[in-house]
């Protein structure tokens, strides 16, 4: 499985962007996916997951601001973010993960910078 995010860059205090994380096969075989993000020097924290029943949780830091979706028939997480402000730059990693009675597997993308100017 792999996982390709896309969607970072350069972005003013208030602006939007819209991360992509396009999986290599179906995500309908996740038990979720989401978004996490490490900023320089901090841990890695979730932003956004979504559960395959459709079920979503957001980080304290971006309710409200930040909306989690998926789009089925392209194998593509989205991670629509709104009201950046500064403290969201950060390197924005794609999850997905399966989990059985006996094993656990996490996949993660290569990571997606943004970066929110003030």
């Known amino acids: 499985v792999q996982l390709q995010a896309s969607g970072g860059g350069l972005v003013q205090a208030g602006g939007s962007l819209r991360l992509s994380c396009t999986a290599s096969g179906s995500i309908a075989n996740f038990d979720g996916m989401g978004w996490y993000r490490q900023a320089p020097g901090k841990q890695r924290d979730l932003v956004a997951s979504?559960?395959?029943?459709?079920?979503?949780a957001y980080g304290d830091s971006v309710k409200g601001r930040f909306t989690v979706s998926r789009d089925n028939a392209k194998n593509t997480l989205y991670l629509q973010m709104g009201s950046l402000k500064p403290e969201d730059t950060a390197v924005y990693y794609c999850n997905a993960y399966q989990r059985t009675s006996w094993s656990a597997n996490d996949y993660w993308g290569q990571g997606t910078l943004v970066t929110v100017s003030s």
């Open positions: 979504m559960r395959s029943g459709g079920t979503v």
